[in-house]
């Protein structure tokens, strides 16, 4: 593959699940991931950010190939993903990291870190323990562990969320990863631990050149740790820019909402409201029509934005946003 | 009519410490401020310092294991510490002091209806009948942003934001003087988050509540701190005007935590505090933050006094001896 491609793309995605009662009767569709289009450049850390429900995780999962899509594909390094099986799948697994929100969830309990690190290199084939042990302490140091012997007898439980978080990092990097897929990584963990991890990822993603896909429900953390974002809402990505043109030149009006709602921290904060969007994000099963961001956007367009779904526009070079406002005819 | 100024509760060397396998945990060990009505305190720390500890001490809320229980709390005019645990559920439980559990809008009754619980305290602590009781509860949503409609629903059938607005309403219900809230924006969204504070900055206002609020998160403290008490292993380190504290901390603690915050509108990236807290079953014998602490120096293997800086502001750290007022 040339260096020009992207290592991943994503060309019409849908990931629907299907909602039955009592086993069997299908009552609708629960439309998590509908109708999105992006594609990663190899080495770039982008962010994904919405409120929780709006899709986040099924897209990350779809991506590593853990839902199938319900319409629209994935292509990986100039491969479908849906057509990868057997030998070839586990090779995609191995190239794609996943960090996923809960890191005592992502460990197995009853395995000692280094048996739960030496179990992926089993799998994919390094035989010689002295070798894995060679890998094992390697990424321990790149996730900047310290007392290594000590950590490599301890079961996850022994360990603070941030040595966790550590452990899950270092396994995703042991098979040699093109990409990396952190789903949330920081939002089960303290505070005063978040920037140390996010600072960790994205040293890890320059030093590597990785590709970084990090999820996250949090504005403010996004600016020092990805290049570009992507926000979505409602099973859809509503506003994409590079980082510092989206959170300096907001576009869309659910972006704007977000903004609004985070200030940095001074001691006014607490002397007035905030500007909150009424309402709250719609079902995923019965979208409303239009704008799915209609029924709480202070500036909607009635007649437009309840009946016709936004194209993409681009108001400013590189920076796109779903929004009827951009429309010439409505003269934003 | 009370003086806005007035004390409402005053805190002197509160301790809670836990009896364990490998020893006593002192999780609230020596802690001691005061709050003014109708003022918000906040209580930051990172997790495990003691803040839910400290919640519970006060509401005395307390686990079996308790190793020992001590020190002075008085509310008003009353010793609170001094009442027996007979007196203290009739008299101050819920009826003067209400307390948010850390994640309370998930432990609420599947299986009761909301109404019903949030009438709960009027019920049990106030002996009000059910129509009385239902009618406060009525008016107690209407200012926590809840359509009267939810009162015969299941918690099941509400989203977060608004099971995090009931279990606030079953705070509020009894008009307590003091409403403790134990993190309770950690686990919702941005909006949701900034929905719940408005909530709260409107009950400060319109009905004169004082509050503590507990909070790892540097950001949302913001949004209603008067007064910031900054906990590190079991003890309050800085005690200052939430002005002072986001402007001008004291203790390298706070000034660590302070450049930690990470800023929509900073172009440096924020830093970040190396190393963990210690067990608090075996806390260093002299300043507890010292092995982290990039300006330690001899005295810090004693342990530091809290010294005051001004009338209002206590810092528990060697640098500041001498400028104590
Ligand atoms: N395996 C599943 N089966 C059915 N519904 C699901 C499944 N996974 C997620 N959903 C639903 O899809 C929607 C999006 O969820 P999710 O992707 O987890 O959002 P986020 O990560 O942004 O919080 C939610 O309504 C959720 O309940
Ligand atoms: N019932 C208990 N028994 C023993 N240790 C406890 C108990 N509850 C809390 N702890 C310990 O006390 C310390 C403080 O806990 P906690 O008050 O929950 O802190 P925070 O709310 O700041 O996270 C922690 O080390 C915790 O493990
Ligand atoms: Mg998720
Ligand atoms: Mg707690």
């Excluded at chain 2, 490998?22 to 930051?44: C, Q, T, W």
């Excluded at chain 2, 009931?166 to 409403?179: F, G, I, S």
Aim: charged content about 25%; hydrophobic content about 40%; proline content about 6%.
């Amino acid at each position: 593959m040339t260096a020009g491609s992207p290592l991943l793309q994503a060309s019409n995605l849908h990931t629907w699940f299907e909602l039955r009662q009592w086993g069997f009767l299908r009552v609708g569709s629960v439309r998590a991931v509908d109708g999105v289009n992006f594609a990663l450049a190899r080495g770039e850390s982008v962010a994904f950010v919405g409120e929780s429900g709006c899709g986040k995780s099924s897209l990350a999962r779809t991506l590593l190939g853990l839902h199938r899509p319900t319409r629209g594909e994935v292509t990986f390094d100039g491969e479908e993903l849906s057509t990868l099986k057997g030998k070839a799948r586990q090779r995609y697994l191995a190239r794609v990291g996943y960090v996923q929100q809960d890191p005592f969830g992502a460990l197995p309990p009853f395995m000692d870190v280094r048996r739960l690190l030496n179990e992926p290199l089993i799998i994919h084939g390094v035989r010689d323990p002295a070798a894995r042990e060679e890998r094992i302490r390697r990424v321990l140091e790149e996730v900047r562990l310290t007392r290594v012997d000590e950590i490599l007898s301890k079961f996850p439980h022994m360990l603070s969320g941030g040595q966790q978080q550590r452990i899950v990092i270092a396994r995703a990097l042991l098979l040699e990863p093109a990409m990396i897929i952190a789903d949330e990584p920081v939002s089960m963990l303290d505070a005063s631990v978040r920037v140390e991890i996010l600072n960790l990822l994205r040293n890890i993603q320059r030093e590597r050149e990785l590709t970084l896909a990090f999820i996250t429900h949090d504005l403010s953390t996004v600016r020092h740790f990805a290049d570009r974002i992507f926000v979505m809402y409602a099973g859809r990505i509503v506003e994409q820019a590079p980082v510092d043109e989206l959170l300096d030149h907001p576009q869309h009006p659910y972006t704007q909402s977000l903004l609004a709602a985070i200030a940095d921290v001074d001691a006014d904060n607490a002397l007035e409201e905030r500007d909150v969007p009424g309402g709250e994000p719609p079902s995923l099963l019965n979208p409303p029509p239009g704008c799915r961001f209609h029924p709480r956007c202070p500036k909607a367009i009635a007649g437009t934005c309840d009946v016709r779904e936004p194209p993409r526009f681009a108001p400013r070079e590189g920076h796109y946003s779903d929004c009827w406002l951009h429309d010439e005819r409505h003269g934003s | 009519m009370t003086d806005a100024t007035e004390t409402l509760l005053r805190v002197e060397d509160l301790r809670l410490h836990y009896q364990t396998r490998r020893g006593v945990a002192r999780a609230v060990d020596g802690v001691s401020f005061d709050l003014r009505r109708n003022e918000a305190l906040v209580i930051l720390g990172e997790s495990g310092c003691g803040k839910s500890s400290l919640a519970k001490a006060l509401m005395r809320v307390l686990p079996r294991n308790v190793q020992h229980f001590g020190g002075h709390v008085m509310l008003g005019e009353t010793d609170i510490m001094a009442l027996n645990d007979e007196r203290f559920r009739r008299e101050i439980q819920w009826n003067r002091i209400a307390l948010v559990m850390q994640a309370a809008m998930n432990a609420l009754n599947p299986v009761v209806r909301v109404g019903e619980q949030v009438a709960e305290p009027l019920r049990v602590h106030r002996g009000w009948s059910k129509e009385r009781a239902l009618e406060r509860v009525a008016e107690t949503f209407r200012k926590v942003g809840v359509s009267t409609d939810f009162i015969q629903r299941y918690p099941f059938e509400l989203s977060g934001g608004m099971r995090q607005r009931v279990v606030l309403a079953m705070a509020l219900v009894t008009e307590p003087d003091l409403v403790i809230l134990d993190e309770p924006t950690s686990a919702l969204d941005v909006l949701t988050q900034a929905a719940i504070m408005n909530v709260l900055k409107r009950i400060k206002r319109d009905e004169g509540t004082s509050f503590i609020l507990i909070t790892h998160d540097v950001a949302t403290s913001s949004e209603l701190a008067d007064r910031v008490a900054l906990m590190y292993a079991g003890q309050i380190v800085e005690f200052s005007d939430a002005r002072q504290f986001f402007h001008d901390p004291a203790h390298p603690y706070s000034k660590m935590l302070m450049d930690s915050v990470p800023r929509l509108h900073q172009p440096e990236a924020p830093g970040h505090i190396p190393g963990e807290p210690p067990d608090l079953i075996n806390p260093p014998a002299g300043c507890r933050f010292a092995d982290r602490c990039p300006s330690r120096f001899e005295r810090c293997d004693r342990d530091p006094d809290a010294f005051s800086l001004d009338e209002r502001r206590r810092v528990r750290c060697w640098l500041h001896e001498g400028e104590d007022a």
